[in-house]
């Protein structure tokens, strides 16, 4: 049987530093990179601080219209975020380490049912659960919620009860290791040479050099 092939899922961060052309840029950067889709953040206030930066919701549409070429989806982090989605007719979501809650409302609600993509991040804490008949299937990504990961992670076991890798470790070297053991789905940060960009998610993000090296190393 032919294995199937590894999704690889750009997250630039804040590293758009809120500003639309620099994440065009990324998007631009990250298609030519060999990336299968890019993941924002619908950041609301209460997630701003700490180095976390808002971009205007409205400029994920115009980002999708301008790369057809690519997925383009977001995180959500309170039910507008879902509602907004929803909205622009856009047909993938993500729900963070931090919003288990928000994940099950969403269920408990039915709105999941009107996504074709589902991808939620935990932890062995959270098992990953089975879904009901009017959800569909949900992509599990193992996370582990610290920024970034400075140890080597054990991946014993990890595959394929989890789906993927929400990776936040150095460099490349674990992301292989994680595919290797299993893994087919693959978030990673990434951003832009650019000394425009000013914020915590740069100092261990990709650059586009490593994220090419990257995507050719996975496929």
């Known amino acids: 049987m032919t294995p199937r092939p590894i999704e690889i899922i750009g997250d630039p961060g804040s590293c758009h530093m809120g500003q639309l052309d620099l994440a065009i840029r990324l998007v631009s950067e990250g298609t030519e990179a060999g990336l299968d889709a890019v993941k924002f953040q ?27 070429c690519v997925r383009v989806f977001a995180s959500v982090f309170n039910l507008e975020g879902v509602k907004f989605l929803l909205r622009e007719d856009f047909r993938e979501i993500k729900f963070p380490y931090s919003q288990w809650g928000l994940f099950c409302q969403c269920a408990d609600y039915g709105w999941l049912s009107q996504f074709d993509l589902i991808y939620v ?99």
Not at 42 to 68: M, S, V, Y
């Open 42 to 68: 619908l950041l609301t206030e209460a997630q701003l601080g700490g180095g976390n930066i808002k971009l205007d919701w409205q400029h994920l549409c115009e980002i999708r219209e301008r790369f057809p």
């Open 121 to 219: 991040s935990t932890d062995v804490m959270r098992p990953p659960r089975k879904s009901n008949g009017s959800v569909p299937p949900v992509t599990w990504l193992y996370c582990i919620p610290h920024y970034p990961v400075q140890y080597v992670v054990d991946f014993e076991g990890l595959f394929p009860r989890f789906h993927g890798f929400s990776d936040h470790t150095l460099g490349i070297e674990q992301t292989r290791r994680a595919v290797t053991a299993g893994a087919r789905v693959i978030e990673k940060h990434f951003t832009v040479d650019s000394n425009r960009v000013q914020c915590p998610d740069h100092q261990f993000a990709l650059r586009p050099e490593r994220l090419r090296e990257l995507c050719r190393t996975l496929r």
